[in-house]
């Protein structure tokens, strides 16, 4: 049975970004699209070090995919097709291509999003039954608090400083 886990992190250029919420925005404030914008980018490199961190652990290869030319090929073509459709809106339909286009090569997938912390190393795929078919979870009543989230966060950033260190040494 072969396995992958990916993710996706597409840096909407700004002036691609959907500002929904520009008409009830203060003066002063940023816009929610362009504030999620910022933290990704700045916590980009954690975010991906927790999800790799996550497939080592249950021995699945992990696949980034980012905003790059296949990216850009695909948001043309589907932009041409689709004039009225955002950026944004074309990220998703390519979560669902790049979905698709791994499914040729792998029997399970599972996909995080970029902003998906994994604090746990029990292995999805050994306890959703995939043979079934499509596992979606709406886990609202399991959100984790932000004292627990930031607990784990700073343990990753001293594994993921200890990463730096190792490579230093080797």
């Given at each position: 049975?072969?396995?992958?886990?990916?993710?996706?992190?597409?840096?909407?250029?700004?002036?691609?970004?959907?500002?929904?919420?520009?008409?009830?925005?203060?003066?002063?404030?940023?816009?929610?699209?362009?504030?999620?914008?910022?933290?990704?980018?700045?916590?980009?490199?954690?975010?991906?070090?927790?999800?790799?961190?996550?497939?080592?652990?249950?021995?699945?290869?992990?696949k980034m995919f980012e905003?790059?030319?296949?990216?850009?090929?695909?948001?043309?073509?589907?932009?041409?097709?689709?004039?009225?459709?955002?950026?944004?809106?074309?990220?998703?339909?390519?979560?669902?291509?790049?979905?698709?286009?791994?499914?040729?090569?792998?029997?399970?997938?599972?996909?995080?999003?970029?902003?998906?912390?994994?604090?746990?190393?029990?292995?999805?795929?050994?306890?959703?039954?995939?043979?079934?078919?499509?596992?979606?979870?709406?886990?609202?009543?399991?959100?984790?608090?932000?004292?627990?989230?930031?607990?784990?966060?700073?343990?990753?950033?001293?594994?993921?400083?200890?990463?730096?260190?190792?490579?230093?040494?080797?």
């Amino acid at each position: 049975m072969e396995r992958v886990i990916y993710s996706l992190y597409i840096d909407i250029p700004k002036e691609e970004l959907d500002f929904f919420d520009k008409n009830i925005i203060k003066k002063g404030q940023t816009s929610t699209n362009l504030n999620t914008k910022l933290k990704l980018k700045e916590n980009y490199t954690k975010l991906i070090a927790c999800k790799k961190w996550y497939a080592d652990q249950i021995g699945v290869p992990f696949k980034m995919f980012e905003y790059n030319k296949n990216f850009l090929l695909f948001q043309k073509e589907l932009q041409e097709k689709y004039p009225f459709i955002t950026t944004y809106n074309v990220v998703n339909f390519y979560k669902i291509h790049l979905l698709y286009e791994l499914s040729k090569q792998y029997d399970e997938i599972l996909y995080l999003d970029f902003d998906v912390i994994p604090l746990t190393t029990e292995n999805f795929f050994e306890q959703w039954k995939l043979e079934k078919g499509i596992a979606i979870l709406h886990n609202t009543k399991k959100v984790k608090e932000m004292k627990f989230i930031s607990k784990h966060l700073k343990q990753l950033e001293v594994l993921h400083q200890n990463i730096i260190m190792l490579k230093h040494c080797y």
